[in-house]
């Protein structure tokens, strides 16, 4: 049986991969990341047969050195090896291994254990919580490996450490050397002393709710291929972008050639010295779907659920598997559709349902689930819920400006979760245009006398550099994708509307190091011409990557997008003033975005779902 060119990488290529690099691994070389090297779309389309090719991040733990290889399976052989030069770009990501050593490093720092002593704290009982460095033109730290701590109080090992941080103090770390690099100790706070109480007694009241599909689910996969009503898509997952979506299809009609999050970040609101640094990319720079959970039947996910494994490659590069990383079931979702009419007593309602393909990551004290949603109606749907721990500090005193007080001393510093979407659409073809579409009132004049006129406003986004919007939620704005060359029975190009949710984008100042490395987070709306290696809004290797990496670069060319193949990027997300409900688990936050049939179809796609026969109904 041939591979599709899209297949999931299998544990025996992860070990052919590992296999043909062997002659250029030492003891101290790590796997950061393996995976699929995906073909240019336009063979794929074409059904042409493409090379198995497979990407490789090596890194030397020794020297801190990066490699960016390409193995050919199909060839059998190492395609290309480069060295990243961290001087001028990024680093490799983060190892788990990276993590684990961190206490064992500060134990050896003579400045982290006399600034535990002043505070009277055992450095058995201190957690320390490596974070990602960024980068901010120090010259001492110009092309090294480094990392950033800080610490919790963990009097007990079945305690929460989030309530207890140790603020004031950060220690930066250079993991090639394994040593602290310098140990900051700006201030003592007292530590606040309430303990995490999540365990509690659980109500009594709530009666079982049980989802059962006596028939069995309305879904069918095959080798990762899955068709539910009227869409097909393929299964896709990765070490780094987690859940792929590719090839959406509906009535076989193409739409989304391949739906990903590309990449996250949450850049924090606190200037204070010890933790103005904090900015996370947990997409580019600790490739989360790596810690992808396994999700358990009646606790994630509720009713005939649908499993999908994920194979990954761990860091010595040998495959590891997830067991039900990837949840897939339907859901009832109301009402699709209801009319009682007044002149021809027709009384009708069907009801929509939803396909749900989800997974969730936890990334230190945050959980974030990624939903994706497809309905009997065309609509595409992204939920990402993000839920576990806020990140906590000392609250200095009151009318703080930077973060609530969500426990008696406990603060929550601010903090955004900003989402880069990329979605490589085909909507009925490769070649699609982007319309942004207003609410517009009108004036009052001789064609609108009495001023009750509004119309709207469409305005086509011609090159990637006006393309770079902000939504409007006060204009109604909208961005249609279109696709030109077909129409449907009105003479219309068929299309699909991006709605944003419109909530802000990146907060921090223009000037700040964060604005410079997650410029995609500070627009809405990109959209690119298509490029194979066009893949992460932030760039490659975003680990202490320096600016303009990704979008920014990419759009500098300023291509033409009008009628090309074209990949839309959308920034959306959440920006978190933690509420006291917060702590100490938060309840899901939800942030996400949908894509709707706007002239895709000729009149309502769902007509034809029948009606309910549950008992329920009656
Ligand atoms: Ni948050």
Redesign the pocket.
Known sequence: MSTHPLARLTAAEIDKARELLSGVLTESTRFAYVGLAEPDKRPVLAGEAVPRQVRVLLLDRATGLGRDCLVDLTAGAIASITEADATIGGQMPILDEEFMVIEEILAESAEWLAALAKRGLPVEEVRACPLSAGHFDYEDEAGKRMIRVLAFHQPDPAELVWAYPIDGLVAYVNLTERTAHAVYDHQVFPIPREKAEWDVPARDTLKTIEITQPDGPSFAVEDDVVTWEKWQFRIGFDMREGLILNQISFDGRPIVYRASIAEMV?PYADPSPARFWQNYFDTGEYLFARYTNSLELGCDCLGEIHYFDATLADEQGAPRSINNAICMHEEDYGVLWKHTDLFNEMAETRRQRRLVISFFVTIGN?DYGFYWYLYLDGTIQLESK?TGV??TSAYPGEGYPYATEIAPGLG?PF???LFSARLDMTVDGVNNAVDEVDAVRVPVGPDNPYGNAFGRRSTRLATESAAQRLADPAAGRVWHIVNPEVTNRLGRPVGYALHPAGLPVLLADESSSIHARATFATKHLWVTKYSPDERYPAGDLVNQSHAGDGLPAWTAADRPIDGEDIVVWHTFG?T?F?RPE?WPI?PV?YAGFTLKPYGFFDRNPALDVPKSTAKHCH
């Open positions: 949450v945050y993000a806020v990140f929550a903090h955004q979760h959440l978190h933690p917060d938060m936050d």
